[in-house]
């Protein structure tokens, strides 16, 4: 079935430097992109959204990118602080009510 | 604002027993979900709520039940609990129909022993 993944597990990073996590999806028909933080024994926490009409969308110190012809998604998170250590989902959604389609998620690592 | 409020947090139970995972928000959404997250693994959806009496079926609902009598709460129920059921189960709310921003509670981690 069509579902959302993503390329690395894990992604280790230099705090101050910027981080780059991908996802492909397969879902053509997706509506909306969603990023999820994870931190350890939390549930996911929202981060940044982009509609399927849009190719980018910048929050504070995140933007991301949507590339509809091959298909993929990139959270961008600038000057990475040990903070921003977590897991990292992708989620879609049709834009209809019935809930999020998840990637499995990318840890990030930060190395003082 | 509490968000979203999971309980228990932690719970064993044995195999054949039921329990009720208990959710509640205090935000006024309209819509709630439950997912569960294996290790390693994304989020799959259980079930979902768009509204006081209306519910259902996600991606896993097999094992499951929900109901949501009033707007705040949304429990699911496990009747005979399995090994395959032991997961983290997350609550989570909007106010969003297209369900983006969603809150989640902390989780319950549930082990089926």
């Known amino acids: 079935g069509e579902s959302v993944g993503l390329h690395l597990p894990t992604l280790s990073v230099q705090e101050g430097d910027n981080s780059i996590i991908n996802c492909a999806y397969s879902?053509?028909?997706?509506?909306?992109f969603i990023w999820y933080k994870q931190e350890s024994g939390k549930g996911p926490q929202f981060i940044i959204d982009?509609?399927?009409?849009?190719d980018k969308r910048q929050g504070q110190r995140v933007t991301v990118l949507l590339n509809k012809t091959v298909k993929h998604l990139s959270l961008q998170i600038a000057a990475t602080q040990p903070g921003d250590s977590a897991v990292y989902f992708c989620?879609?959604?049709?834009?209809?009510?019935?809930?999020?389609?998840f990637g499995k998620g990318t840890h990030l690592i930060i190395q003082p | 604002n509490a968000g979203v409020t999971q309980t228990p947090k932690f719970r064993i139970l044995k195999i054949g027993q039921s329990m009720t995972l208990q959710c509640t928000q205090d935000?006024?959404?309209?819509?709630m979900y439950w997912y569960r997250q294996d290790p390693g693994m994304g989020l799959k959806l259980i079930y979902y709520s768009v509204g006081a009496g209306i519910t259902d079926k996600g991606e896993v609902p097999n094992g499951y039940n929900v109901s949501r009598s009033t707007t705040e709460d949304f429990p699911l129920r496990l009747e005979l609990a399995a090994p395959s059921q032991t997961s983290v189960y997350f609550c989570?709310?909007?106010?969003?129909?297209?369900?983006?921003?969603?809150?989640f509670g902390q989780g319950t981690r549930l082990t089926v022993v």
């Open positions: 879902n053509s028909a997706s509506d909306y």
């Open positions: 989570a709310s909007t106010n969003n129909r297209a369900g983006t921003e969603a809150f």
């Open positions: 989620a879609e959604t049709g834009g209809g009510a019935d809930g999020l389609t």
């Open positions: 982009i509609r399927s009409n849009m």
């Open positions: 935000m006024n959404h309209n819509y």
